[in-house]
């Protein structure tokens, strides 16, 4: 079954419309692009906003709930995305003093698309592994 979705000339141009002026300005100058792709393109923050996106966690739950990652990355990862307003921290005055992450509006306003993003990576995974394993056959 072909899960491909047919691209139209009428969709490319309405994903590039965004970007022509900074095409213009020849590629120079702040390019929100990647200055947002440089905080959410890691699967990190990723893998933070998605479970985020499910209610508020505190710092533990999260350690244990995003696999693989470190308490000094889970750290590093929640204050960029504090940083850049789309994470809220807030501390709750209890003996020890107890933390709760949780996504912001602006948040909750990323985590459609990076959804979208994840359900097409999960959709499409054996695609990909099928297309891997052709090219490393070929270059081989």
Request: proline share 4%; net charge negative.
């Amino acid at each position: 079954m072909d899960r491909h979705t047919e691209v139209t000339p009428s969709d490319i141009q309405e994903m590039n419309d965004g970007v022509d002026t900074w095409v213009a300005n020849d590629f120079s100058g702040t390019c929100p692009v990647r200055d947002v792709l440089d905080r959410v393109g890691d699967k990190w923050s990723v893998l933070v906003v998605l479970r985020l996106g499910r209610g508020p966690e505190r710092f533990r739950a999260l350690l244990r709930a995003v696999a693989g990652i470190s308490q000094r990355m889970l750290t590093v990862t929640l204050r960029g995305l504090e940083r850049d307003g789309l994470v809220h921290r807030e501390v709750f005055d209890t003996r020890p003093p107890s933390v709760e992450y949780s996504l912001t509006p602006l948040g909750h306003s990323l985590l459609g698309h990076i959804t979208g993003l994840a359900n097409w990576a999960v959709e499409h995974e054996a695609d990909i592994a099928q297309a891997q394993a052709a090219y490393s056959h070929k270059h081989d």
